[in-house]
């Protein structure tokens, strides 16, 4: 099969482009909105940078990749090759989005998704989870720092949705409390000035370096107010991190609270920090790790989820 990928989300296709051609599939690479960052993940070995002769199919992850892919089609007069849409976001609820949506496939990464997209735009989806590399994901035999915190950022512009106004009472709430908390954030957009905290701590890192840092951690964070089910979270799941959140519908589809996780009352701060310091004054629960590193990979195996693109490619060339 002939793979014509649009960049979009380099730490989820980089595993699932290594499966494919290691499968024997030809995977080609072009930039449309979004660009390939080297920095975020090394494009793997067997990927063409360049189209193919006759795609088999075009996979998107950017709306506007859409409209793209069909002038693509337009001016190779092919108008029978299937356009493939993941969305990695929450689907826009603008009119003009689901107009250029009904020009493709639909995939989304949670059921939560795929119920926004029909409730919005009437258009039913798959659903394959963001995909994570079960071999470099991976439980770790040594404790983790039981003072440290790891915060959730992205290497992309802020957005609302990431709750920033909600850690920062947090934080200052851990802190009147036990002061050697470390809060450490991956990623270059968090809205927190290290000047004005005891024991905070930035750092963007490649995704191949992601796994280390991670586990390092006695929990990961993430205050998003709004969202799908982020990979960031499913790979701090299958390193057997504890996660706590705030409790979004999504997050019910990975997280059991105080089985696999910790979901917090929206949007509950005082909740947040009391959970944080109970985590980082108490000793592991390894069965806490165990499960959830299962309830992620049981959905976001990169492996599995390559094998279901496949499929869904190939019934739709069909």
């Given amino acids: 099969m002939k793979i014509q990928v649009y960049a979009a989300h380099e730490g989820v296709q980089e595993n ?40 088999d199919v075009l996979w998107v992850g950017i709306t506007q990749d859409v409209g793209n892919a069909l002038l693509y089609k337009w001016k190779k007069l092919r108008p029978g090759i299937p356009i493939v849409l993941t969305h990695w976001w929450v689907p826009s609820t603008r009119r003009f ?22 409730k919005h735009h009437n258009l039913d989806s798959a659903v394959m989870y963001c995909s994570v590399d079960a071999d470099i994901f991976t439980l770790r035999e040594e404790d983790p720092d039981p003072k440290r915190v790891l915060c959730v950022g992205n290497h992309f512009a802020s957005r609302d949705i990431m709750g920033w106004e909600y850690l920062e009472p947090i934080m200052h709430k851990v802190y009147e409390q036990d002061p050697e908390v470390h809060f450490e954030f991956l990623g270059i957009n968090p809205e927190i000035d290290p ?14 370096e992601m796994p280390d840092y991670q586990a390092r951690a ?10 799908l089910i982020p990979h960031s979270l499913l790979g701090a799941m299958a390193l ?9 519908p999504s997050l019910h589809e990975v997280i059991e609270h105080e089985k696999s996780g910790y979901l917090i009352p929206r949007y509950d ?9 109970q985590l980082t004054s108490t ?4 069965e806490i790790g165990r499960k959830a590193r299962e309830n992620a990979l049981g959905k976001s195996d990169h492996r599995l989820v390559a094998s279901q693109y496949e499929e869904y490619f190939e019934k739709i060339i069909k």
């Fill in 16 to 55: 699932l482009f290594r499966e494919w051609v290691a499968r024997g599939h030809e995977v080609y690479l072009t930039e449309g909105v979004g660009k390939w960052e080297e920095k975020q993940a090394a494009l793997p070995e067997g990927v063409k940078r360049e189209w193919a002769n006759n795609p």
């Fill in 97 to 118: 989005a689901g107009t250029v949506y009904k020009f493709a496939h639909q995939i989304s990464v949670c059921e939560w998704g795929r119920e926004y997209l029909l």
């Fill in 195 to 208: 000047k004005n905290y005891p024991n905070v701590s930035k750092r963007a890192v490649l995704q191949n």
């Fill in 218 to 227: 006695r929990c990961v964070v993430i205050t998003t107010t709004f969202n």
């Fill in 240 to 248: 057997g991190r504890n996660i706590v959140a705030f409790d979004l």
């Fill in 269 to 277: 701060t005082d909740a947040f920090a009391k959970q944080i310091l």
């Fill in 283 to 286: 000793p592991v629960n390894p």
